[in-house]
Structure formats: C-alpha cells, structure tokens
T-cell receptor
Framework: DSGVTQTPKHLITATGQRVTLRCSPR?????VYWYQQSLDQGLQFLIQ???????AKGNILERFSAQQFPDLHSELNLSSLELGDSALYFC????????????FGPGTRLLVL | ELKVEQNPLFLSMQEGKNYTIYCNYS?????LYWYRQDPGKSLESLFV?????AVKQEGRLMASLDTKARLSTLHITAAVHDLSATYFC???????????FGTGTRLTIIP
C-alpha cells in the first residue's frame, strides 16, 4: 500500500458524460501527478500540482481539467467523454523535495460506452 | 520530445534463469526509475538511479545506470514465479518532475 488513495476504483459511463476522479496523496506529500494508462498510448503524464498550484502540464486534453484543494487532495475532471478516454487513470504523489520518488495510487478504471 | 525505449517488450523465461531488460532514453536525464506493475494493479517503485555508474540491488533484481550510453538495465537473477509482472523504466530530466515512461516489458516466469 503506497498511502495514495483514489476513488472510485471503477467507473462506467456513457459518451458525452462528465466524471470526477479523486485522489488523496500520502500524508505530507505536496505534489500530485495524474497519469493515464491505455493500451495504445501507454503511460502518459497529464498534469502536476504542487501545494495547490499547477506546476506542469503534459498531454492533457482541453476536455480534461484538474485542481488541488487546500487539504492537498486532487480531482481530475473529464468531460464530453469519448470512447477513447477509456483507460486506467493513476494519481501519484511525492514529497517536498524536487524530483522525489512518485508513489502511485491504485488507479481508477474508466470505461466509456 | 523525450523518448524512452525498452526491450524486449515481452519476455518469457524459465525459473532459475538470468536475464536483462534494457532501457534506452533520449535525453541527458538526471534520474532513472524502475517500476513494477502486476496485471490490473498499481505501479510499485523499485529503484531510483541518480548518477552514472549507480547500481542498486533488491533481492533478485539489480538495476544499473550508464548515463554516457543513456542506458539502464534491470537484471534478474535466478528468476522465480513471483517476479512475473510488467516492468517499466521512466526518466525525469532537469527542471521537470514528470515521469516519461518506457513501453514496459511484460515478464512471464515459466516453472
């Protein structure tokens, strides 16, 4: 158990819908990262927050957005869902230092029908 | 764009044998990570390699880093079934904390 929690574990929804994925980092960690894992794209970085502020952005679609709250938990919002958004979404967290090891949560498996 | 390549993509090996997974990366990375993923599960951190010539070992796994060749290796010694998983290498580079992952190597240990 990495100490990173994610909810829900599974999500089934329809095209065009909007969903919110939630992540709680390890106690004391300030950085939260979101990654997407799919068969065709592999593991891809989406976005990073550090202590409530966006720090880095990767290949995140405009239909996707994220935020980190004062209690450091983070949410990833996916809207206007398409079939191709079906994937495993991971949250990771790391400590206060730069480039510290990232610890991954159990993931949320999203299926868009 | 950063690129990380692993080979082989798939590896079946018998218990008790030794083998090596290779990870080539395209930038002057300052950190190289190895993660393990069991089917449908999360990623577990195995090693962080920080400098040229770094070698780390945990049980039957040993990782090394050659920054001049931009190559990291994960060596498996006397494989056992419990090591069956997908192994990913990933890099970060200067000024950037995001992980760029390789394609992964799916390792199957056959009794």
């Amino acid at each position: 158990d990495s100490g990173v929690t994610q909810t829900p574990k599974h999500l089934i929804t329809a095209t065009g819908q909007r969903v919110t994925l939630r992540c709680s980092p390890r106690s004391g960690d300030l950085s939260v990262y979101w990654y997407q894992q799919s068969l065709d794209q592999g593991l891809q970085f989406l976005i990073q927050y550090y202590n409530g502020e966006e720090r880095a952005k990767g290949n995140i679609l405009e239909r996707f957005s994220a935020q980190q709250f004062p209690d450091l938990h983070s949410e990833l919002n996916l809207s206007s869902l398409e079939l191709g958004d079906s994937a495993l979404y991971f949250c990771a967290s790391s400590g206060q230092g730069f480039q510290e090891t990232q610890y991954f949560g159990p993931g949320t498996r999203l299926l868009v029908l | 764009e950063l690129k990380v390549e692993q080979n082989p993509l798939f590896l079946s090996m018998q218990e008790g044998k030794n083998y090596t997974i290779y990870c080539n990366y395209s930038t002057t990375s300052d950190r190289l990570y190895w993660y393990r993923q069991d089917p449908g599960k999360s990623l577990e951190s195995l090693f962080v390699l920080l400098s040229n010539g770094a070698v780390k070992q945990e049980g039957r796994l040993m990782a090394s880093l050659d920054t001049k060749a931009r190559l990291s290796t994960l060596h498996i010694t006397a494989a056992v079934h419990d090591l069956s998983a997908t192994y990913f290498c990933a890099e970060t580079n200067f000024g950037n904390e995001k992980l760029t992952f390789g394609t992964g190597t799916r390792l199957t240990i056959i009794p």
